[in-house]
């Protein structure tokens, strides 16, 4: 499972990807509006075994590394699952992009390209995504995205949006 956009390239997450997944996760700004920061290795390890378990079981989805396409920089991360990784559930979409790269546009160009490749590669037009109320930067890259805002649900302790589109 790979593929690019105009300057970003997508693939699976793997073992070698730790200190980077690490990183964003420790990262105090970078988790704010998802959940505490980690303090230790071993819940990221283990949310990682998760990860890597849900997308061999689930061919086309899964968690992906989001690195520059020209040179291979580690952007963040992102997510193309079934809802709370349960097969059968919705399509989610999500990204994790590190601080030194947030403003410039990447994490709508992922989102993008994430709906693009679910409704050219898998078929599926419907997706859902879902921030938290006070993440005015990523409000608004589901709102350039096409998503609209269908309700309020807590999620991780956190008052979010649900947010839904369909490809047409």
């Not at 997944?21 to 998760?50: G, W």
């Not at 061999?56 to 590394?65: H, I, K, Q, S």
């Not at 890259?141 to 649900?162: A, P, T, Y």
Request: aromatic share 12%; with cysteine.
């Amino acid at each position: 499972m790979q593929f690019k956009s105009d300057r970003l390239s997508f693939r699976l997450v793997n073992d070698d990807d730790f200190p980077y997944i690490y990183r964003l996760q420790t990262d105090p700004v970078v988790m704010h509006f998802i959940r505490p920061a980690e303090t230790t290795e071993a819940p990221v390890r283990e949310r990682m075994a998760i990860w890597s378990k849900y997308a061999a079981e689930n061919p086309g989805f899964g968690v992906l590394m989001i690195k520059s396409a020209d040179n291979q920089e580690y952007i963040g991360y992102s997510v193309f699952r079934h809802l709370h990784f349960q097969p059968g559930n919705e399509v989610e979409i999500g990204y994790t992009i590190g601080q030194e790269h947030a403003g410039k546009g990447l994490a709508t160009e992922a989102a993008r390209r994430l709906m693009q490749y679910g409704q050219e590669e898998l078929g599926i037009a419907e997706f859902v995504a879902y921030t938290n109320q006070l993440n005015l930067a990523s409000n608004r890259v589901l709102e350039k995205s096409g998503f609209k805002i269908v309700r309020e649900e807590v999620v991780n302790n956190h008052e979010c949006f649900r947010w839904e589109i369909t490809l047409l």
